[in-house]
């Protein structure tokens, strides 16, 4: 069974950069579109990236688009999220979650626990 954890969140300064890993265990990615979330407090849960592991497309929504990148390590069955010019808006606990039909789809599942990224200074 697929088990997702997330690492590497702290607190940063605005325009400051962060990188998340997100570790699987349990299966080999290679079959899974990763997605990273990230939910601020009184806020809906928001896709900020996603990957397919298989073929390394990526997708990202405008808010993020040109300051993370997401990319997997296939050796080490970990995709990653680099978060540059980070923002006050950014804070917010983030997540990565598994789907097997692509970035769109609507059912990932196999959430890892979190890890919380502050902006502020």
């Known amino acids: 069974q697929l088990q997702l954890v997330e690492s590497g969140g702290g607190l940063v300064q605005p325009g400051g950069s962060l990188r998340l890993s997100c570790a699987a265990s349990?299966?080999?990615?290679?079959?899974?579109?990763i997605g990273w979330f990230r939910q601020a407090p009184g806020k809906e849960r928001e896709g900020v990236s996603c990957?397919?592991?298989?073929?390394?497309?990526?997708y990202y929504p405008d808010s993020v688009k040109g300051r993370f990148t997401i990319s997997r390590d296939m050796a080490k069955n970990t995709v990653y999220l680099e978060m540059n010019s980070l923002k006050p808006e950014d804070t917010a606990v983030y997540y990565c979650?598994?789907?097997?039909?692509?970035?769109?789809?609507?059912?990932?599942?196999?959430w890892g626990q979190g890890t919380q990224v502050t902006v502020s200074s």
């Open positions: 349990g299966v080999t990615l290679g079959y899974y579109f």
């Open positions: 979650a598994a789907e097997t039909s692509g970035c769109g789809g609507k059912y990932f599942g196999s």
């Open positions: 990957i397919s592991t298989s073929d390394g497309s990526t």
